[in-house]
């Protein structure tokens, strides 16, 4: 479980008490009016109806930050029936590709379109509370599944608090997968920036739960809800990581970190961080967690 993250939704003072909404719609057109801010996913559709015998509206649909499909789901209360209901969609979903790549392509365009990752859908289901089957329940199933609890406080500031987040297969696993196999092949081929990027993942996911990793062919995503660390294919003679810190915040130190603000690079987050060595690695921690808190 992570802290809970407070979006300011108008001017005003802030009530304490949390609350509930007084219906689903309202939660649904506050997320949809905000979603690349608060889940870091661009917005496609709502009330999306599919083709299909039995029928069916997705609530909401999105590409996230690396390009993969992603179906919203939401419930005023405790989720009854949301996990289930939502995976029903994404099945759907990865049977009928074209019918998301046309809608990418009309609201986003070509490119977006062709580099859809399928390897990836996710479900992220918005509910007033889960129960602790919900929270065991995903993690039986071979999807990325984010369970998100809301809560409103006074009408200026909304609420998310992930209660797990899971995909196909877990950090822990794939961490432990990375020591045994990729460790020894980095040192047998002596590529001193391999193993950097060893330290580097190992590092990143130590930071906390509930971390996943995406691969894209120009780098792998870490993510929490959100992106919170990109890390690009090893160079010559450093490793590129771009973190969602604010760059305004930190005190920049030349060949060390750089502020790319508006600048074209692979994967997400304006700071870029150039590591070399290890001891790099180690200036670059308190960095790695600024980024992971503000995801």
Known sequence: MVALKLFNTQCGVTEVVPRLAEVEADIQGLVEAHMETM???????????IDCVDGGRIDSLGLDENGAPVIIEYKRGTAAGVINQGLYYMAWLTAHKDAFRNLVRDRLGVTAASQILWSAPRLICVAGDFTRYDAHAVREHRRSIDLVRYRYFGSDHFGLETVASVTGQSAASQRVRRRVAGLPTARRQGGAMTELAAAVDEALVGLGGGITRVQ???????????????VCPPQQTKLLVYLKADPKEVDLVPGFTRDVTGLGHHGTGDLEVQLRTERDLERAQDLFRLSYAAA
């Open 39 to 49: 889940l870091g996913v661009t917005f496609l559709a709502s009330e999306y109806v």
């Open 216 to 230: 894209r062919k120009q780098y792998t995503a870490y993510q929490r809800l959100r992106n919170f660390a990109c």
